[in-house]
């Protein structure tokens, strides 16, 4: 159980552009999601809580309008990484908490964004 | 000084070793402690979760807190190059994810 699939796996773009990554719940309703972000060698780094039907909340010195959040429901968030540049490149990695007492957070696989 | 500090290794040991991975934490507040296994371009995986101070076995893992000490272990027995992945420690003062600060994660290589 708890199992959070995160989609693409891997993207390669140009400057300039966005793109979008998906996180689902496949058998459990996720009411908050968690974004990290992570440099090859590093440890994951918060960058925003996803709740379900309300806004994010950012961690400080993360840019809201450069990492649109949306939670629109309780299976589904996605980051979309907006004009997106080189120094943008990175693991992205996504988490879903089930609920309740005592519940960790259980991680997606992860995407690799290259932006050339 | 980070709230959490774990050395990132890198940690080589020969198949069949017992693994002891070590994270220190300066927070007392902290009442959940994780360990989570994370192979190359993956997400972490759940290995252990506990709350409070103990021990917790689960399989070949062995989760232990001292919170008196402020310190967390994780033993991995009968060790395989299977083993052989980042091992990160993280901890959070409730549950559920929130506010949960990582280590910096423990590279191992578990040699045949």
């Known amino acids: 159980g708890a199992v959070v699939s995160q989609h693409p796996s891997w993207v390669i773009c140009k400057s300039g552009t966005s793109v979008k990554i998906e996180c689902r719940s496949l058998d459990f309703q996720a009411t908050t999601m968690f974004w990290y972000r992570q440099f090859p060698k590093q440890s994951l780094m918060l960058m925003a809580t996803s709740n379900e039907g309300s806004k994010a909340t950012y961690e400080q010195g993360v840019e809201k309008d450069k990492f649109l959040i949306n939670h629109a429901s309780l299976t589904l968030s996605t980051l979309t990484v907006t004009s997106a540049h080189p120094e943008d490149s990175s693991f992205y990695i996504c988490?879903?908490?089930?609920?309740?007492?005592?519940?960790?957070?259980?991680f997606g696989d992860g995407t690799r964004l290259s932006i050339l | 000084q980070k709230e959490v500090e774990q050395d990132p290794g890198p940690l080589s040991v020969p198949e069949g070793a017992i693994v002891s991975l070590n994270c220190t934490y300066s927070?007392?507040?902290?009442?959940?402690f994780m360990w989570y296994r994370q192979y190359s371009r993956k997400g972490p995986e759940l290995l252990m979760y506990?709350?409070?101070?103990g021990n917790k076995e689960d399989g070949k893992f062995t989760a232990q807190v001292d919170k008196s000490s402020k310190y967390i272990s994780l033993f991995i027995r009968d060790s395989q190059p299977s083993d052989s992945a980042t091992y990160l420690c993280a901890m959070s003062v409730g549950t559920g994810g929130f506010k949960t600060i990582f280590g910096a994660g423990t590279r191992l290589f578990v040699k045949a």
């Open positions: 927070n007392s507040a902290f009442q959940y």
């Open positions: 506990t709350y409070s101070s």
């Open positions: 988490s879903a908490y089930t609920g309740g007492e005592s519940q960790p957070q259980h």
